[in-house]
T-cell receptor, first 110, second 115 residues
Framework: TQLLEQSPQFLSIQEGENLTVYCNSSSVFSSLQWYRQEPGEGPVLLVTVVTGGEVKKLKRLTFQFGDARKDSSLHITAAQPGDTGLYLCAGAPNAGKSTFGDGTTLTVKP | DAGVIQSPRHEVTEMGQEVTLRCKPISGHNSLFWYRQTMMRGLELLIYFNNNVPIDDSGMPEDRFSAKMPNASFSTLKIQPSEPRDSAVYFC?????????????FGPGTRLTVL
């Protein structure tokens, strides 16, 4: 059983469209991280959300942590081909051991 | 600043051979993680160290896998003997363990192919 469920698994959209991907769990997390991984590279940390209800913005990316700290979402406005990649959420329900979701593979077509 | 350094980047070996993967974490980080990534199983945590001490190795597949961290700037993951099902990308990550969360910095990975 996957502790962090990500959806959708795959998403293919046209440049300029908006999208939202989700990271859900039945467990409470003290924080959640979002990473982006491009082919042939390691995951790169995008953001950490800590407080329930928190919203963080990174240019066209908006991250939200659920009020109960069990879920998170990533919204991308006006997607660009450079946004293509695998988006992973991660959290540590127990101190010191992070778990990763299976990720959402995003393809943005020019 | 140098990020996490892994070597080799690619390794092709034959079944039964010993494979050693190497990692140099970011200076000052006190935690180090070894992951394996495959299409079927995603990103799996194999083992992690805190202050050079193995804390949780429950993700290590079997006795053929072993990991060491002799000092704060170096870690190895060894597979002996290797099998075709070990083929995957192996990532090393390091972090500065803070209360309330872990932000990990990943290396570029080692792509292992066992024939």
């Amino acid at each position: 059983t996957q502790l962090l469920e990500q959806s959708p698994q795959f998403l293919s959209i046209q440049e300029g469209e908006n999208l939202t991907v989700y990271c859900n769990s039945s467990s409470v997390f003290s924080s959640l991280q979002w990473y982006r991984q491009e082919p042939g590279e390691g995951p790169v940390l995008l953001v950490t959300v800590v407080t329930g209800g928190e919203v963080k913005k990174l240019k066209r990316l908006t991250f939200q942590f659920g009020d109960a700290r069990k879920d998170s979402s990533l919204h991308i406005t006006a997607a660009q081909p450079g946004d293509t990649g695998l988006y992973l959420c991660a959290g540590a329900p127990n101190a010191g051991k992070s778990t990763f979701g299976d990720g959402t593979t995003l393809t943005v077509k020019p | 600043d140098a990020g996490v350094i892994q070597s080799p980047r690619h390794e092709v070996t034959e079944m039964g051979q010993e494979v050693t993967l190497r990692c140099k974490p970011i200076s000052g980080h006190n935690s180090l993680f070894w992951y394996r990534q495959t299409m079927m199983r995603g990103l799996e945590l194999l083992i992690y160290f805190n202050n050079n001490v193995p804390i949780d190795d429950s993700g290590m597949p079997e006795d053929r896998f072993s990991a060491k961290m002799p000092n704060a700037s170096f870690s190895t993951l060894k597979i002996q003997p290797s099998e075709p099902r070990d083929s995957a990308v192996y990532f090393c990550a390091s972090s500065l363990l803070l209360a309330g969360g872990i932000e990990q910095f990943f290396g570029p990975g080692t792509r292992l192919t066992v024939l």
